[in-house]
């Protein structure tokens, strides 16, 4: 081996390689055979490069291993330094007790009867993560009872495991006096849950006379449980019962309604949906219907109209008619609701037993006709109409017709048919009444196509709206639509420029475009009805 380039050993020296490998350059370009001499000094040459391979990626492993540890130096160091810098805020020590407990409180999301077992949940984990941050947090947390007055259960959900009884005594303490929010959400019972979920119930029942929200989520099977609760709901003014499908386990499920809630002297607001439960004409609880001012329940035709007819003060109605149950109209006898303001029912049919002369907001699926024989024989003074998917422009005309004092108009259609029918709608908007009384009080009008085509033809939806803008009363348009041509997006602005308010989305989540918050969602006719009126 040469020793004018050997790397000797593990003690190597630093070679010029560059050198060495241009040395040998010309052996590359030809392939004429290799002298014996060079072939000798190849072969050293080669068994010192592998050596000086083997070094560098030993030194490699070694020095990566080492900026691996400087690495999380570094972190733990940032994260120590960001944690002490803490130590020198002007705020530690002497930020206000009250407004630190104001800081809490905020962080707690406003729980009401609609929330869900889940939103609840987080409030309750917050209260708990605040009261563990630090001492002088934990003395601030657990001198604010309205940072423990919402109770969640939920047995449904996989952290359900860890509830427990001194926990939720420890919860229910900690809240004092203060008013509570109770959302209990109950899993299908079984020997080895039922009697757990009971007992933690059972708690919580004590603490009744404190109930001010109750959203209870149960089987049929626990509604012996709320007997407890008779005559200790004095504070009582929201509540919502959703009870469990049992028909898979029990095709003849028998019960008698609960009394629980008859005394409950604040109750106002009441939700009942029975989620399709094949029940008899009664409603599953007693409830003093003649002070509630809301309700909004699912159940079947005779049941609804028992409730209502001793609701005299209800002022928003939400009705969904079980399909299952059937109907004899010989059977019943109108119900008259003279504070009735809000309704919304699946099935329009079921205005044939009302009588709503104060009634000022309507939501309707498809059926217009007892729409149309309503206002005819009762002169309520409508202002707000929905009609969702209807595909005869004829009908909504005539309602327009029969209700000049409508201010808004909401039209959702789930089809390409619904969008086409509509055509003739615009084009009756659009068309100068010459002294006609059609719709000359409105003021807004708000659309929601879902097909994926949208309104192919949009310039006699436009005609409708420029003519009710410069004509009309007209002043704001709100529009859920996949595609909005360029063409019409120009007028749009035009329109906007001359103080028209024109609002347009394409997100699939624009019901809250066309139907605002206090109304909630719109039918969901595939799968389970959530309507609301709240």
Not at 9 to 16: H, I, M, S, V, Y
Not at 93 to 105: A, H, Q, R, V
Request: glycine fraction near 4%.
């Amino acid at each position: 081996m040469d020793p004018s380039i050997t790397c000797g050993g593990p003690t190597a020296r630093k070679l010029d390689w560059k050198a060495v490998w241009s040395q040998y350059t010309c052996l590359l370009e030809t392939n004429d055979p290799i002298p014996d001499c060079d072939v000798t000094r190849l072969r050293g040459v080669l068994a010192d490069g592998r050596f000086q391979v083997a070094h560098m990626e030993n030194e490699i492993t070694r020095l990566q291993s080492e900026v691996q540890r400087l690495i999380t130096e570094r972190n733990e160091l940032e994260d120590n330094v960001r944690r002490y810098a803490n130590v020198l805020s002007p705020l530690r020590g002497k930020m206000p007790i009250e407004l630190l407990s104001n800081i809490f409180l905020l962080t707690v999301p406003t729980i009401d009867v609609d929330a869900g077992v889940a939103k609840a949940q987080l409030a309750v984990t917050q209260a708990w993560i605040i009261a563990q941050v630090c001492r002088s947090w934990r003395t601030t947390a657990l001198s604010l009872p309205g940072l423990w007055s919402v109770i969640a259960l939920d047995f449904e959900s996989p952290q359900s495991q860890h509830l427990s009884a001194p926990a939720l005594k420890a919860h229910l303490q900690r809240s004092g006096n203060m008013p509570l929010t109770f959302i209990f959400g109950a899993a299908p019972l079984s020997l080895e849950n039922s009697q757990i979920q009971r007992a933690l119930f059972n708690l919580v029942a004590e603490q009744s006379r404190r109930w001010k929200i109750a959203a209870l989520y149960l089987p049929l099977t626990m509604f012996p449980d709320l007997d407890c609760l008779h005559g200790r709901l004095p504070l009582l003014t929201d509540l919502r019962i959703v009870i469990h499908d049992e028909r898979a386990q029990n095709h003849a499920i028998q019960f008698t309604a609960s009394r629980a809630f008859e005394i409950t002297p604040n109750l106002r607001r009441v939700y009942l949906n029975n989620q399709h439960v094949l029940l008899p004409s009664s409603l599953p609880v007693s409830l003093p219907w003649h002070q509630l001012h809301r309700y909004r329940g699912d159940n079947i035709w005779r049941g609804h109209l028992d409730a209502l007819r001793c609701a005299s003060q209800i002022e928003s109605c939400s009705i969904l008619t079980c399909a299952l149950s059937g109907h004899d109209d010989s059977q019943f006898t109108g119900v008259r609701l003279p504070h009735l303001r809000r309704l919304a029912l699946y099935d329009s049919a079921f205005l044939d037993f009302l009588e709503t002369p104060a009634l000022e907001e309507l939501i309707v699926h498809e059926y217009l006709d007892p729409v149309i024989s309503l206002l005819r024989r009762s002169s309520c003074p409508l202002r707000r109409f929905v009609p969702l998917d209807c595909f005869t422009p004829a009908l909504i005309v005539n309602v327009l017709e029969a209700a000049p004092t409508i201010v808004e108009i909401c039209l959702q259609t789930f089809g390409e048919d619904g969008a086409l029918a509509l055509r003739d709608f615009f084009s009756h908007l659009a068309r100068d009444p010459e002294g006609a009384d059609f719709a000359p009080n409105l003021e807004i009008l708000s659309l929601h196509f879902t097909c994926a085509a949208g309104l192919a033809d949009q310039m006699p939806f436009l005609d409708a709206v420029e003519f009710r803008w410069r004509r009309g009363k007209l002043r704001a348009v709100n529009l859920f639509l996949p595609n909005l041509h360029l063409s019409a997006h120009e007028r749009v602005q035009r329109l906007r420029a001359e103080g028209l308010h024109f609002s347009i989305s394409t997100d699939d989540n624009a019901e809250t475009v066309w139907f605002p918050e206090d109304l909630g969602p719109a039918f969901d006719i595939d799968t389970e009805f959530e309507l609301e009126v709240d």
